[in-house]
């Protein structure tokens, strides 16, 4: 997969669904109608008709050859020629993909209804990009800490669902479902009732709040909408909405807990520092008895940690190391390297990652 985009300039009647806005569209009044990383759909198709909007910037992989009236540049103040193609790093095509999806979000959260198709689109937009695993989760840790924290953790939810379907060897249709409910577990969020305070209780109705707001989408798979409704219930009958135990719960809210909470758990918030990934693992392995479904819980630990595997850290005595190897029975503790010095941490207690 080519890993260069371009930006090219297309005539409004070419548009088709699947095609993404480069480039923001405001009307006469200088007021943003469409922003950029819109997905484009019927309707936003038909509005920018409606404006008599001649052309539009959209992004295309570089190795697709540019259809009739389109033209490649670098933007519309550059000079129109092929040699000035824009050239886009794969962070920033990232960004762009992630706005995508985001946008869906926003869509909802005002009330609109979006299609399974177009949801289906624009989470395949954003997954095929990646060539593996680990620039999934390299994504992933880039933008943990974005501005819009909601939506930022939709994404990412959807992303780890997407990698744990792969380390589960689930079917490509299976995953696809799998990844939607990841997006989707927490738009009863976006909905929540509004008042000047809000309550404790207040944080245990947004499943039932988003199983309302999806169910109303025609074709939505049940899987999906049970993996957002139970993504809250733990094993031990200790959550909600129901407190539903084990098989009770849908096997989709089983790994939707799971990334939720892990996602959630190395995200630093206002006030309160990042958690490095290994004091989260560690959080897991001492914490999560009885919670969460000890199949998936023991393949996401297995397989994050593996991740980390030739990365360097920090240690509490100040120095620098190498994570050499993962103790599959605890992914927390790995043995590490300091110059010629090899530490398993598991047996030196001393010595842990920061």
């Known amino acids: 997969m080519s890993e260069i985009y ?44 409606e404006m008599k909007t001649a052309e539009v910037w959209v992004y295309c992989e570089n190795d697709e050859e540019p259809e009739e009236g389109q033209i490649n540049t670098e933007g519309p103040e550059k000079v129109k020629s092929k040699e000035n193609e824009a050239v886009l790093p794969k962070v920033e095509i990232y960004t762009q993909n992630k706005k995508v999806v985001e946008n869906i979000i926003a869509d909802m959260e005002r009330g609109e209804l979006v299609s399974v198709d ?25 933008f943990r800490n974005a501005d819009n924290h909601l939506y930022t953790h939709c994404v990412n939810v959807a992303l780890l669902c997407f990698l744990m379907g ?45 199983y309302k707001i999806i169910k109303k989408i025609a ?26 135990e084990h098989n009770k719960i849908h096997g989709f809210a089983k790994i939707i807990a799971i990334v939720d909470t892990y996602d959630l758990l190395v995200t630093s918030k206002i006030g309160k520092e990042k958690e490095s990934p290994f004091k989260v693992l ?3 392995e001492k914490e999560s008895f009885g919670l969460f479904a000890p199949n998936y819980l023991s393949v996401f630990l297995k397989n994050i940690a593996n991740y980390y595997i030739g990365d360097k850290v920090y240690l509490n005595t100040g120095e620098e ?31 842990y990652i920061v």
């Open 166 to 210: 792969k380390w589960l060897d689930m079917e490509k249709s299976k995953i696809q479902k799998l990844i939607c409910a990841g997006l989707l577990h927490d738009i009863g969020k976006t909905r929540e009732l509004v008042g000047d305070k809000k309550e404790p209780e207040d944080e245990k109705v947004h499943p039932a709040i988003g």
């Open 6 to 49: 371009k930006k090219i300039k297309t005539r409004v009647q070419d548009l088709t669904e699947d095609m993404v806005l480069a480039t923001g569209i405001v009307n006469d009044n200088g007021v943003l109608i469409l922003s950029a990383g819109t997905l484009l759909n019927k309707r936003t198709i038909k509005k920018l008709k």
């Open 118 to 142: 177009t949801m289906t689109r624009a989470l395949d937009i954003l997954m095929k990009q990646f060539d593996s695993n680990k620039e999934i989760l390299q994504a992933i840790d880039y």
């Open 219 to 244: 074709k939505m798979d049940e899987d999906v909408l049970q993996g957002v409704l139970m993504h809250h219930e733990r094993e031990d009958g200790s959550g909600y909405p129901f407190g539903l």
């Open 282 to 284: 560690e959080t897991f």
């Open 321 to 351: 190391a190498e994570i050499i190897f993962i103790n599959p029975q605890h992914v927390s503790k790995p043995l590490i390297r300091i110059g010629n010095r090899y530490i398993d941490t598991l047996q030196d207690t001393s010595i």
